[in-house]
């Protein structure tokens, strides 16, 4: 990258950091931040990627993901105003695509469930916030100004302006509207905790019964075995 073009960088790094991390004082701060040091090494590895030459962009990202926890594969599509902040074990796989102004905290992954070819990896749209440890999997859309709460796990569409939190993620806000609880249960897949809860609970109902039947089969023989003495 020419030196004009790695100064203009810094300078909309700086801008773009300044407006999501308050911690930053001056512009040559940007310089030590993971995120700008694994975007320098994206452009360029994604640049590699387009012309074909795969190794050399996949030996660029590597080098990177050492250098800043971050694994960004050199195929993903990313646009304006991306940020990570912090970005430890963040990872962006190859199919991603993220759009413009869009913030992802540590321990994200975009990634895919590993049954899919082709477009495998979720697409992200302008002015999302992916929160700590978030977990967005599959070939979908997160639609535009929407929020992800940490450590959601998102397998499914999320259309525009929501707010998604929980383990499968569910919808509990719309265009800044809370969601009635009917809508967030039919709008969503079932919750596999509360299902295993449902299991064991019956299974648990079932043990009780047959403990209940087996005392009252020994009270009966032992009944029996005092007649006959």
């Given amino acids: 990258m020419p030196v004009l073009g790695i100064i ?6 700086f801008t773009v950091i300044k407006e999501r991390d308050p911690a930053i004082k001056s512009p040559m701060e940007v310089l030590l931040y993971p995120s700008f040091r694994v975007m320098l090494s994206y452009r360029r590895a994604h640049k ?13 990202s590597q080098r990177a993901a050492r ?3 971050i694994e960004i594969h050199p195929g ?14 963040v990872i962006i796989g190859e199919t991603a695509i993220v759009g413009d102004n869009v913030t992802l905290y540590q321990g994200v992954t975009l990634g895919g469930t590993g049954k899919e070819t082709g477009k495998r990896h979720p697409t992200i749209g302008d002015n999302v916030m992916i929160s700590a440890g978030a977990k967005i999997i599959g ?13 959601s796990v998102v397998i499914e569409e999320v259309p525009p302006n929501c707010t998604v939190v929980g383990v499968p993620g569910r919808i509990v806000k719309r265009d ?15 919750d596999p905790v509360k299902e295993d809860i449902t ?11 047959r403990v209940l039947d087996l005392e009252q089969a020994v009270r009966i023989l032992s009944a ?3 007649k006959t003495k």
């Fill in 199 to 209: 299991v064991l609970q019956r299974e648990n109902a079932e043990l009780v019964n």
């Fill in 8 to 13: 203009s960088h810094i300078k909309e790094e």
């Fill in 76 to 89: 993903a599509t990313i646009g304006k105003g991306f940020f990570i902040d912090h970005g430890s074990g």
């Fill in 48 to 60: 590699l990627y387009l012309k074909g030459h795969f190794f050399w962009a996949r030996f660029i």
């Fill in 224 to 226: 029996d075995a005092q």
């Fill in 67 to 69: 250098k800043t926890g």
């Fill in 176 to 190: 800044n509207v809370k969601m009635p609880r009917s809508d967030m249960d039919q709008c969503h897949l079932p």
């Fill in 139 to 151: 070939s979908f859309t997160v639609g535009e100004n929407s929020k992800i709460g940490a450590g």
